[in-house]
């Protein structure tokens, strides 16, 4: 989008999300650019959605136009970066705010998994987490959710055996399994 300076970028398998600053104002957002209207579509609808949730909290959608989407950028570290290099009395708690947030969405969006967790999606500010990745949501079990979520965090080869294995544990507790 004119007008904003590209801050980071990031390529996911198909959607290119960027860090962004408005060149006028310098107040940063996201856009994400996706490879066609129709996904960029779902993942509105879900970002609408959960707009007024209390408990499923999402980023602000600005504006969608074609195939780009601009979202309020939510500042912080994100869930993986934080499972990755965080202090390791922060393992715990990480896993269940995350558990708690997956729970609620599983809930609210009446029985929706996601086929690819991504940590990556998830920012923790003030104590909230906000997630912002929606565009693989599908109908599904809780099972599925947990084993989708669990799953993204045994392949991630950045993310230590210990802090793998104490995440895994809460998340379990707190989510259920």
């Keep these: 989008m004119e007008g904003y300076r590209e801050i980071e970028r990031f390529n996911e398998k198909s959607v290119k999300i960027s860090i962004v600053e408005n060149v006028t104002n310098k107040i940063r957002n996201i856009i994400k650019l996706y490879p066609n209207h129709a996904i960029l579509e779902i993942e509105v609808r879900w970002l609408q959605k959960f707009a007024k949730s209390t408990t499923v909290r999402v980023p602000k959608v600005i504006r969608s136009e074609d195939r780009e ?3 309020e950028y939510i500042s912080g570290r994100t869930r993986l970066q934080e499972l990755i290099d965080g202090a390791m009395f922060k393992v715990n708690m990480m ?3 995350l558990a708690r947030y997956l729970k609620a969405f599983y809930v609210e969006s009446k029985g929706y998994v996601f086929d690819e967790m991504n940590l990556h999606g998830y920012v923790m500010r003030g104590g ?5 990745d929606f565009v693989t949501a599908r109908p599904g079990s809780e099972d599925e959710l947990a084993a989708e979520t669990i799953a993204s965090v045994l392949v991630d080869t950045r993310i230590s055996d210990v802090r793998k294995q104490l995440f895994i544990r809460e998340f379990l507790r707190i989510f259920g399994g």
Excluded at 128 to 132: D, E, T, Y
């Design 128 to 132: 909230l987490l906000s997630g912002m």
């Design 95 to 97: 896993a269940g705010a």
């Design 69 to 71: 989407l601009l979202l």
